[in-house]
């Protein structure tokens, strides 16, 4: 969903967009999220149901990794109820307590907060997505906005640094929901540089969802917060392979 038609140079007001995001309860999305480094390439295409007032969601993801050192693919079906996330890797099931505001942190849509307020939104042309006409909103790369960024748990657990930001969110003209979102990242983390491009459509704002746990996950291990998960791969990965970190979807 790259750019838009006509564009222009109007500032607008983040009030309203931030209204519709707190007053969206239940959504789905689609991501597609691509990371380049010097050793290889890594895409995550996963498709998410949230519903925030139960505090619950669904979100089936595929990992597909063109790495130097290996090839490999993963899927996992990840369940969060309240603050207990359960993960079925290839099959396996996994369960971990959460941490720290899961739901600002795991929801989607909620994790865009920071970004409207932290940015300069400016009106950039039009654009159709899934059927509905939006507005292309570009957020501009402040300083704040690459704190904030810098300051989220997956950016501190690396010791990354963020280069350059391109945000852009496609807004319902009538609404204001949130309809996609496009971010590109460049990155420095150990001395090497990391680009992430991001790109989401939102849909079904408000409808009714039903999000129960499979009876498989009932008999789910037990394992801690970032502790190892098999040979496949570590629980705070899990998280990552989902795009729970929110933003960052970025």
């Known amino acids: 969903m790259p750019g838009g038609d006509d564009p222009g140079d109007e500032e607008i007001e983040q009030t309203e967009i931030l209204q519709q995001v707190e007053a969206v309860d239940t959504y789905q999305y689609e991501m597609t999220q691509t990371i380049e480094?010097?050793?290889?390439?890594?895409?995550?295409?996963?498709?998410?149901?949230?519903?925030?007032?139960?505090?619950?969601?669904?979100?089936?993801?595929?990992?597909?990794?063109?790495?130097?050192?290996?090839?490999?693919?993963?899927?996992?079906?990840?369940?969060?109820?309240?603050?207990?996330?359960?993960?079925?890797?290839?099959?396996?099931?996994?369960?971990?307590?959460?941490?720290?505001?899961?739901?600002?942190?795991?929801?989607?849509?909620?994790?865009?907060?920071?970004?409207?307020?932290?940015?300069?939104?400016?009106?950039?042309?039009?654009?159709t997505v899934n059927g509905v006409e939006t507005t292309v909103v570009s957020v501009e790369a402040t300083d704040e906005l690459k704190e904030e960024l810098e300051s989220s748990r997956d950016?501190?657990?690396?010791?990354?640094?963020?280069?350059d930001v391109s945000y852009e969110l496609?807004?319902?003209?009538?609404?204001?929901?949130?309809?996609?979102?496009?971010?590109?990242l460049t990155m420095t983390s150990g001395g090497e540089t990391i680009t992430s491009t991001t790109e989401m459509i939102i849909s079904e704002h408000n409808e009714p969802v039903d999000i129960q746990l499979p009876e498989d996950a009932e008999t789910a291990e037990d394992v801690e917060d970032?502790?190892?998960?098999?040979?496949?791969?570590?629980?705070?990965?899990?998280?990552?392979a989902n795009g729970s970190d929110g933003n960052e979807s970025a």
Do not use: C, K
């Open 226 to 240: 970032g502790e190892d998960i098999g040979d496949i791969e570590d629980a705070e990965d899990i998280e990552d």
């Open 170 to 184: 496609y807004v319902d003209e009538e609404t204001n929901y949130i309809h996609g979102i496009d971010a590109d």
């Open 37 to 127: 480094t010097p050793n290889g390439e890594e895409t995550v295409v996963s498709e998410g149901t949230i519903n925030e007032s139960a505090n619950r969601s669904h979100v089936s993801s595929t990992t597909d990794n063109q790495l130097i050192s290996e090839n490999e693919t993963i899927d996992v079906e990840e369940y969060i109820i309240e603050n207990t996330m359960y993960a079925s890797i290839d099959g396996d099931w996994f369960e971990m307590d959460l941490d720290g505001d899961v739901w600002e942190e795991s929801a989607q849509l909620a994790a865009q907060t920071d970004f409207i307020e932290s940015g300069t939104l400016t009106e950039d042309g039009t654009e």
């Open 155 to 163: 950016f501190q657990a690396t010791g990354a640094t963020v280069d």
